[in-house]
Structures are given as C-alpha cells and as structure tokens.
C-alpha cells in the first residue's frame, strides 16, 4: 500500500516555500515564490493577503505537478508562517485588512503606551518583551481605523488565514496554535490563552481574538475547490502549524530540556530548551517562546547576523559596513539582504556600484523604459485573449476586490493602508495568473523595474490619473469576455508613461537621462 505523503508551507518574510514529503521527512518536490512587501514609507510594512493567499495555491500546485500521480498519495499538509505579523478578517473569513508584516513599525506609538501602562505585567504573563508585534499592531488598527476595526471579526497569524481559506472556515472557526503566544503581550503564555485583565486594560475584547488550538490540531480539510485548484485529492486534512522559529527549533532537533542551538542567518538565534516558564522581566530581553512539543520552552535571543566575510561583500558593493548599517537600519533588515539587494539592482542596471567609493541610483533612461513599455504591451494585449477565454468568477472576484483596494488608497481615512502602486502591479500580475502565464511575469521582473520607476513619479506629478478607470474598463471587458475592448484599454493605459514624458521631465529633470 502506498505510503501516505504530507506538504509543509513556510511563509516567510522573503517568499512562500513549500515542499511535498515522505512521512521518512524525504523532500520529494519543492517550490518557492518570492513575496511582495509593500512600503508606503510612513513605518508601515505590508502584503496584499490575495497575493499571499495565492502564492500558497500556486506553490503548492507546482510540487503535486512535480509530484505527478503520487499527488494523490498526499494526506494531509501545515504551515508555519513568520510570527510577529497579523491581519483582521471578517465573518467569512475575507481579509479586512492588509497583513502587517513583523517588519511595521507604525504600531511604534502604541507599543510605547504598553510600556508605560503595563510592562512588567505583559512580560510576565506573555514570556516575550513587548515589541512592534500582535498587540501593538491590534490597538493601531482599534484606535487608527476604527471603522476598519469594527468590521473585524477577528485578527490571525499568516498560516491562520491561509489555513482558514483553504478549508472554507467561517470567523468564529478562526485560530492561532500556543507558539505563537509570546508575541502577543496580551495573552496568557502558560495558560495557553489571553489574560482578560490585560484586554480589559486596554480596552480590547475578547471576541476580536481567535481561539487557541496545538500545532498538531486538524482545523479542517482542503475544500473541493481549492483541491481542484492545488491539484489536491479530496479529503486532504489540514493542521494548525505553528510559527516559523518553533518550526525551526523542532527540525533541529530541540526535543527535551537542557538541549542549546544556535541559528545562523539572516537573523543570528541563540536558544535553549527547559520544561520552566521563567519570563525576563528583569532584561526584559529574552523571547519565552513556547515549543511544538507540549510543556517544552524555548527561551531565545537574537541579533542579526554577522560575520568577517561582511567587510569583503560590503567593499564589493562600494559600501562601508557603517553605510550599510545605516542603510539596513532605514529599512529594518541586517546587512546580508540589503548588499544581495544592491548587486542585483546594479545587474538590472538601477544602481550604478563604484567600487571602493560608493554606490549611487542611476538615472532613469527613458530608451529603457520604452523598451520595457514595449514588451509589456505586447505580452499584456495578446494574454487578455487567454484571460477571456479562461477567467472564473474567483478570478474576476480578485480582480474587481483588486481595484476596490485601489479606490480605496485614494480615500484620506484610508491613507497609509493601501499602496496604488503596488496595487496596480498586482493587478496585472493576476491577469498573467489568470492565462496561467506565471513564468512570463516573473522574466520581465528585472525590465519592469525601469516602467515602474516612471510611474512612481507619475504618480507624484501627473494630477490626472486614469490608472484605475482604466482597470475598471479591463474588468468590465473581461467579464463580457470582449477581449477586443480589453486589448483596446490596455494599450492606452500602458501607452500613458508615454504622453506623460513631457510633464515628468519637465517636473524632475534631476532624475532623467538626457
């Protein structure tokens, strides 16, 4: 008899990473998307939940593709996800919010207000420091947005979002597993719960939090649309997971008490293992997580990464370790991405490196961007074709959810929430997943980095945007499956960068390539 398979999902701060397995932990197919962080440059930082929600789908289709007849074998699947983020649902589980990354520090304010109020308190009853994590974040959106926050039925991790999509749960099914309890410094660690004195203090009701369940706890199955979607047989159960550093610490290995690792990466983790809840409310330093494994602590700290190779990368840049420091520091990451991020930049020609001296972003060149302009538009007109012959109603659903978003970034009580132009790119990303065209999008990354750079001035000086008239239309002809019209529109909405030149050269000459 053929032996059951399983499926892990990690949803992480760089991309969505899933893998199909043995029950033996052999890795039989893999599959990865990197992820799009979106950053307004007001503190906050945020994924559209559609996009993550879609990135589970698609990678999770690419192993049972790999995986061909064995997709069958697949019995069951989990996630972990990154751990100090969240967002707020509605009562069928729809997203009412962004997820706002680990990375968001608008929440900044609020996390001060808890210091001052109830510090000791929060540390002792969470085991964690009280950070830019759960709580934070939950008083942002009640205080903030209290419109958005009223429509919330309850706020959930990453892995509780996807996990509840894909089993068709309703709001009062929401959950989160006991590891991720330290994060919030409302919550009751050892009692695997929320500490009602704490909510009450901060005015937060208890109905706006999920329910709190083991990693190992089966929350339901993959509906019959997302199996066929997946290419999921039917029946295939799905169990809570659990954040991504649990994760991490139960497959290397940490089982039992007394046992210490260290973790090497972006982020430097050093931890240990004990069966003693024993908070830091003296340093106030050390995260008491909770282990996968009932009654097992993990107690860690962390730093990010370093190591001597660093001087040798950062010269290589053209950079100083103190430059990129500074530069990490401003966008809230260690050293390693921000120098992997300038080489590759420099390879697509958006920043020009000088070694030893220094690193500068290059000038927009407008032969280039026409150059990307031309390639989108031949792509884009002639996948419309595909999209109306192949489009769904959950397709058109994201699609017009898509441009509801946009409308709504241009409202002043939504300012900050929603990014137009991250929007706008997403929405054509989707019409790429639509005509199953994937692989083509993701080519023409490195190019569109010159046509984005122009619309974001763009989107600063030109006082009459069509962007999202012309999605509206896009849309319109796509549910009439008019592929004519679609076509039509599209090529006058990527046409735009051209007949705005005059007023984006005329408004930021310093910026432009003669």
Known sequence: MPQPLLIGIDIGTQGTKTVLCDRTGRVLADAFEPSQLIRPGDGSVYEEPERLFGSVVRTVRAVTEQAGD???????????????????????????????????SRCAPYTEHIRREAEEACIRSSGGPVINAHAPKILWWKHERPEAYARIRKFVMPNGYIAGRLCGLKAEDAFMDYTFLHFNSFSDNPGGGFNEELLRLFGVAPEKLPRVVAPTAVVGQVTDEYADACGLPRGVKVAAGCGDTAASSLGAGITRPGVAYDVAGTASVFACATDRYAPDTAHKTILFARSVIEGLYIPLAYISGGGICLKWFAGLCGRSLRELDELAA????????????LMDMAQYGLVDILPQRGSRISLIDYALVEEARFAREVLEVAILSIVCENVTEESLVQLRQNVRFQQLS??????????????????????????????????????????????????????????????LAICDAIERRDAAAAQAVMTKHLSRVNVDEATIRAACPEYIKN
């Open 70 to 104: 064995a997709a069958q074998q697949i019995a069951a699947l989990a996630m972990d996800a990154q751990m100090a983020g969240l967002l707020g649902i509605g009562a069928d589980f729809e997203a009412v919010t962004p997820l706002d990354s680990w990375l968001d």
């Open 330 to 341: 401003q966008l809230g990451l260690s050293r390693t991405p921000v120098r992997e991020a």
């Open 410 to 471: 241009q409202e002043p009580e939504m300012s900050g929430t929603f990014d137009l132009m991250e929007l706008d790119n997403e929405f054509h990303r989707l019409l790429f997943h639509i005509a199953h065209k994937d692989n083509t999008v993701r080519m023409l990354e490195g190019m569109m980095a010159h046509f984005d750079r122009v619309r974001a001035l763009s989107l600063s000086v030109v006082k009459d945007q069509k962007i999202i008239s012309d999605h």
